[in-house]
């Protein structure tokens, strides 16, 4: 059986968690495989709200294994917090929740130089959730970086701590006039997790290789999204890692030969957190209505979300280079007021009419978007089960996106709930070798 990668086809926050909470179901093991404790995943079952941050989304199941893969930087003291206050809730992760050995970890100094850099650029901050994510990928690519094996090893462990807050506190006071961190607590804080991580800390590109054999079906969970990808999103205001779907390979130590399926998610329209290019932006009421309606802010930081009509190219830019097999939209329902809905389909630069993403990524900050107007449905459609209850005009916008990207619709979601979830005669998550 191979395996299913989900991503998120635009800024993050698409509702990828929904996805692969609805997915999982007909699935036996959750991956996260890159990113951090950035990652802000929302599921919601018979009412209640559940937000992961390095948990696979997969864990409310309770016959799951859920795995976080090499390609996550981990903060070992998040993600324990978040391990706890799930057995608070009733749900148990012991020994169905695993951690690669070859993760890196995220130190307390790594947070403090994310905020540090961030304040030091002024006007031109990244807008960063402040959880040390690119300083602990700086220092994992500077081959500086301690692993989770590493942490099992008391004396090793200290060894590269020591080496780490000796550069971050060089950088932290001459470069940023911050207050320095001190080694010995950053060790302890470390050590303090070792015991309890140990029983979860796996070679997962072995399980993985293993339990596939064996027929198993296996779920990649990305988080962020593709516009936020080192490699492919709109740099240099994107995260550290590769959030699309090749960034699961290498983050899971799966083989592409592996991958049998890519599923994109996306907004019915666009949402982004953080600074940076994002042409289809609306201001003003409408931006609040849709910000209301769609309950846009920030699932990690709180942070109020910038709101846009769906972007054609920046969606057939997804579907390249994560070679979707299909989206899922999400969130049709927060459109249900609205008479019409613009939908981006060209860019203008310099009086120039582009179709695809520009070649230059600035020149994303200069296009002047192009809209089609669709009409509107103005119902409800949060209680529709099937394709067949929406009505024509939701059907209609929802076959004009499948056009414009190139790629069909194969799951549609009118809402938070499990529930809320539609698929259609394209949907197949698990396909055989
Ligand atoms: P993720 O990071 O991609 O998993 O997405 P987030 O959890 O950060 O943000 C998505 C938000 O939208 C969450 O609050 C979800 O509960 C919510 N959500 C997901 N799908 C739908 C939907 O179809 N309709 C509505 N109204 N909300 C949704
Ligand atoms: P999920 O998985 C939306 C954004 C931040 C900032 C940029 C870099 O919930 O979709 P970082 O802290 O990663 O260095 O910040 O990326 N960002 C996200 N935006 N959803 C996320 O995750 C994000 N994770 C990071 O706002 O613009
Ligand atoms: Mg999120």
């Given amino acids: 059986m191979k395996a299913a990668v989900v991503v998120g086809a635009q800024w993050g926050d698409e509702g990828k968690a929904k996805v692969i909470d609805f997915l999982t179901e007909h699935a036996d093991i959750v991956v996260r495989y890159q990113g951090g404790a950035n990652a802000g995943h929302t599921v919601v079952t018979d009412g209640q709200k559940h937000v992961f941050h390095l948990v696979p989304s997969g864990v409310l199941y309770a016959d799951k294994i859920c795995v976080i893969g090499n390609g996550v930087v981990l903060d070992p003291t998040a993600f324990l917090a978040e391990v706890r206050e799930l057995a608070q809730r009733g749900v148990d992760a012991a020994g169905r929740v695993f951690v690669s050995s070859r993760a890196h970890l995220i130190l307390p100094v790594h947070a403090a130089l994310d905020r540090a850099a961030e304040v030091s650029m002024g006007g031109r901050a990244i807008g960063t959730t402040g959880r040390g994510i690119g300083p602990a990928y700086v220092d994992k690519a500077g081959r500086l970086g301690v692993q989770v094996a590493d942490l099992l090893d008391r004396e090793r462990f200290r060894r590269r701590v020591g080496r780490i807050v000796e550069r971050a506190n ?191 990524g600035r020149d994303l900050e200069a296009v002047e978007p192009i809209y089609e107007h669709l009409p509107g449905w103005r119902s409800r459609t949060t209680g529709a089960r099937s394709l067949h209850d929406l009505p024509a005009a939701a059907r209609e916008y929802l076959d004009r996106l499948a056009e414009w990207a190139g790629v069909p619709v194969g799951i549609v979601s009118v809402g938070p709930d499990r529930q809320q979830t539609l698929t259609t005669s394209n949907h197949r998550a698990f396909v055989t070798d």
């Fill in 170 to 360: 060089a950088l932290l006071v001459n470069l940023y006039g911050a207050e320095p961190v001190a080694a010995e607590e950053v060790v302890a804080a470390g050590l303090a997790t070792a015991d309890e991580l140990r029983p979860m800390v796996r070679d997962v590109a072995l399980l993985l290789d293993r339990e596939m054999r064996a027929g198993k079906r296996v779920l990649l969970e990305g988080a962020q999204g593709t516009m936020l990808d080192l490699d492919h999103g709109t740099y240099p205001f994107v995260t550290s890692s590769n959030s699309t779907a090749g960034g699961a390979c290498a983050g899971a130590g799966v083989g592409p030969t592996r991958i049998g399926r890519v599923i994109g998610i996306a907004k019915a329209y666009a949402t982004r957190v953080g600074n940076g290019p994002f042409p289809t932006q609306i201001d003003g009421p409408l931006a609040e209505k849709v910000r209301t309606w769609g309950g846009e802010f920030g699932a990690t930081t709180g942070r109020p979300r910038r709101c846009g009509w769906f972007d054609v190219l920046a969606a057939r830019h997804a579907v390249r280079v994560n070679g979707l097999d299909e989206l899922a939209v999400t969130k049709l329902d927060v459109l249900d007021e609205l008479d019409e809905i613009p939908v981006c389909t060209g860019y203008r630069l310099n009086g120039e009419l582009l179709t695809e993403t520009p070649l230059r």
